[in-house]
Each structure stands twice: as C-alpha cells, then as structure tokens.
C-alpha cells in the first residue's frame, strides 16, 4: 500500500459525490508528515454552484490552506469514510500489503465507507466502489461468521463479502449487503463470546425509539449461521443511489488536544446543540431531536453513546445539514456509571437533574424537557414487551434489566 518502494503515501486527492453529478467531482487535496498535515480545497471546486463543505466548522470553502493536526495530519472529517475498528481488522486479514498510516487506510477502503467521500492517488477519477453481495449469498454461510473471520481463515469466495471500511462505526463484526431495489444494509453479526444477543436488543431499541418519535435507521432481524442478525439499512444514499455527504460529531467537535477536566464539556450533547443551531435546517426540531436522543440513550442504558455514533447529513435542497438517523444503540449493562459524553452541567453524570440542567440549549423549557423525560420513560418502561416482540431470551432479559429506568 506504498507509492514507491518502502516509502509512505504522503498525500491523496478527495472526491465528492454530489447529488446531480454522474461522476465524482475533485474537491481538495490532503498531504501528511505523518503527524500533522494539511489540506486544500480546489480552485475549480470553490467555483462550482453546488460546492459543499467537506466540514462547515473546521473547513469552510476557502481557497485558504488549513493547517492539520492530530490524526496523523489527516482531517476527522475524512476519516469518517474511513474504516472502523471491525474494518481495520478485515485489512490485517485480507490485505496482504497492510496500510502504513491513516492516508493508506482511506485509499483501502476504495470509497465503501459512509458516505460521499473517495480517495485516489491520480486527480482523475477514484476507483469503482466495490460491488456488494445478496442477503441470499450471505444466508448461504454456514460457519460462525465472526470467528471465521477473527481466525485469519477466511476462504477466498467469502473474502467479497466484507469490504473494510464498509461500516459506520463501531467495532461488531458486519458486512454490507444490497437488496433487489439496490438499497445497502448494513449486517451486524453477533459473537460468539457476547453477554447477551446484541441483535436482538438493538433491534427492540430501534422498536422503543420509533414509539417516542425518533428518527431512526430502518431495521430488521435475520438469522444467518444458526444466530440473529441485525439488518440495518445505510441512510447514506439518495434515491438515485448517489451517496450523501455524512460528518460525524467526532469530526465537527474534534480537538487534538483536550484538558481531561473539560472533556465531558467539550465532548457533549450540548455542544452538538450548539453545532446544530449553527448548520442545520430547522434547527429548533432538530435540538428537539437531539434532546430526544440523549434522554432515551439515558433511560435504556446506551452509555456507549460517543461521537462517532451521531452524525449529520447533507441536506441537499436546503443547502444545510440534518442529523442522521440514530443508530448504534444497545444497552451496556457492564458499563452503567458515566455515559460516553457530557449530558449537562453534571459531565457525563446519569441522573434527571443532568438532563434537566441544559435544557434551554435544546431551545426547550423547562416543562417541555420534563414532559419529554416522562414519556421516554413511560415508553422504555414498557421494555419487557418490546423484548419479547423480538424474541429475546429471558436470561438476556434479565442481563438487560439493571439498564432501564434507572433514572433518579
């Protein structure tokens, strides 16, 4: 994965899929050290009509070279097309020339991560995205899918059905696969070693979260190799199969450096809030949304609540973004202490009080914060219902039951 000999890819040109192009369009350059870097938008690029900024925060469309720091000198933003952690693993099994560096990874991934982003060492054109499987050639498997592919043993026929980088987020073993309307899902396996069936509570999160009016990924479960298998359904394509432009929350609130103290203030809902009254369309409903989204992840246990798992997408007729569909959300019944990032005024801290105390940078009262904590408490308290509407085993059940409404 070198550009000659031993040395390291130093730079890579970016790629965008906009919504009326039939091609991908050349939007900037990045180059790295391998510690810091920087990129620079294209001249022809910050012409065009449609231009969009790759991050509206951090990397405005300016003719302007900006500076990069951390990340080995590569942009958060473009890493979001990146692979995640299951993806790095999936280089080191079907990669026999492993990439060296960040840069290296992207070009890996030949444009299969989320969203609109490709990567290619000639200003050109990128390389095709790689195609996808059936869900009938997965269902064909038989072999426990994720200690296949953990033991390094992974025959050459099954080697197309999981692309590295393909993913959007987390470190699950999954693989993407296309319907018959040529929409992408996104097959989540579970392990052989998991607590309780990750499948199948993620798939009665995606039930309650439709109940208190989230938006959230379309769903549904599957059994393939004798285990469940949680199907979820990219929100990253538009109807004509383009991809759309995604950000993470990572990538808009990323800092190099950052005081352990001032952490759960830095890396909070609140601040997501104030990201969204600055790029969103309608960014009142949206605040809404998020505050939604915090509480519920409070009241079901989701402590694993980080910023790559909230996002935001290109909303292409208003020229502004909107927040993706929630997704990656489980219970964590060993992990009930402290949540990934800040609630309130109170960090990271679980308690109603925390959810309460920023209410007014949600553009909520403090009545309508209250009554939206009572009905996802009122829908969540009902979880045993939805557990048996998936079919998950009283034992997971029990495992699951220290993580809802615990909230005081």
Same mark, same amino acid.
């Given at each position: ?16 899929? +906009?919504? &009326? ?5 050349? #939007? @900037?350059?990045? /180059?790295?050290?391998? $510690?810091?870097? %920087? ?63 960040? +840069?290296? &990874? ?5 444009? #299969? @991560?989320?969203? /609109?982003?490709?990567? $290619?060492?000639? %200003? ?76 199948? /509570? ?207």
């Amino acid at each position: 994965m070198t550009s000659n000999g031993d040395s390291m890819i130093s730079q890579a040109y970016v790629f965008i899929d +906009l919504p &009326e192009e039939k091609d991908p369009v050349l #939007a @900037g350059l990045v /180059a790295t050290d391998g $510690s810091s870097g %920087r990129f620079v938008y294209g001249k022809h690029y910050l012409q065009r009509d449609d231009a969009i900024a790759l991050d509206p925060i951090n990397f405005p469309l300016t003719s302007s070279e900006f500076r990069v720091e951390g990340n080995q000198g590569v942009p958060a933003v473009l890493l979001d097309a990146g692979p995640d952690n299951w993806g790095r693993k999936l280089m080191h099994v079907l990669h026999r020339q492993q990439p060296t560096n960040k +840069l290296e &990874e992207l070009l890996a991934t030949r444009g #299969a @991560g989320v969203g /609109a982003l490709r990567f $290619s060492l000639s %200003r050109t054109m990128p390389k095709e995205r790689p195609s996808f499987p059936s869900l009938s050639q997965l269902k064909a498997i038989q072999d426990d899918i994720a200690s296949l592919i953990a033991s390094g043993q992974l025959p050459a026929e099954l080697e197309r059905l999981f692309e590295p980088g393909s993913s959007m987020g987390g470190a699950r073993p999954k693989a993407v696969i296309e319907d018959e309307k040529s929409s992408l899902w996104i097959a989540k396996f579970n392990r052989t070693d998991d607590l309780f069936d990750q499948a199948k /509570a993620e798939q009665m999160c995606y039930l309650m979260m439709r109940d208190v009016g989230i938006d959230c990924c379309n769903s549904r479960l599957e059994r393939i190799a004798g285990r469940s298998v949680i199907l979820i359904e990219r929100f990253d394509l538009y109807k004509n199969a383009a991809r759309r432009h995604f950000i993470s929350a990572h990538a808009l609130l990323y800092q190099p450096r950052v005081k352990a103290d001032d952490a759960a203030f830095t890396f909070s809902y609140p601040r997501l809030a104030d990201v969204a009254s600055r790029i969103t369309v309608d960014a009142h409903l949206q605040k809404q949304e998020l505050y939604r989204r915090m509480v519920f992840n409070v009241c079901v246990g989701n402590t694993d609540d980080h910023l790559r798992n909230h996002g935001f997408l290109w909303a292409s007729g208003a020229d502004q973004y909107s927040l993706a569909p929630a997704y990656d959300v489980v219970p964590q019944p060993t992990q009930l202490d402290m949540h990934a990032i800040g609630l309130g005024s109170e960090g990271r801290q679980i308690s109603y009080s925390n959810l309460l105390s920023a209410h007014s940078r949600f553009g909520l009262s403090r009545v309508d914060a209250e009554s939206c904590i009572q009905q996802i408490r009122s829908v969540v308290s009902e979880w045993q219902s939805y557990a048996e509407r998936v079919e998950l085993q009283r034992q997971d059940q029990a495992i699951l039951n220290k993580c809802f409404n615990k909230l005081s």
